[in-house]
């Protein structure tokens, strides 16, 4: 998909900064590529209705996205602290990571 862009694959989850039509958590269900662009449709893990197409070159902003679902209280920490991208991570957490703010600890994310 380009460099830098590995772990943007169909399965791969991604948290949204701030909420997008009232979610934060969201898949890639699918992948397309129009002309020198690359595009990846998301849908909310707890709403499958809420589905958009996004170009994937948008996920690499941190400012927007975090691979994987993340808390919110470790999101905020990212914003505070800053963040390294951590390459190639797609492990796709419960759906209980998703709707609870237990923090998700580092052994869920290997």
Do not use: Y
Not at 54 to 60: D, I, S, T
Not at 74 to 94: I, K
């Amino acid at each position: 998909m380009g460099r830098g862009l590995s772990s943007v694959r169909v399965g791969s989850a991604w948290t949204a900064q701030q909420p997008m039509w009232g979610w934060r958590h969201f898949q890639v269900k699918n992948c397309k590529r129009q002309g020198r662009f690359t595009f990846v449709e998301l849908v909310a893990v707890c709403d499958p209705q809420v589905r958009f197409w996004v170009n994937a070159q948008q996920l690499r902003d941190r400012n927007l996205w975090q691979p994987g679902w993340q808390s919110l209280q470790s999101a905020n920490e990212r914003l505070q602290f800053g963040n390294d991208f951590v390459e190639g991570f797609d492990r796709q957490l419960t759906t209980e990571h998703c709707l609870s703010n237990a923090p998700i600890q580092t052994s869920d994310l290997i």
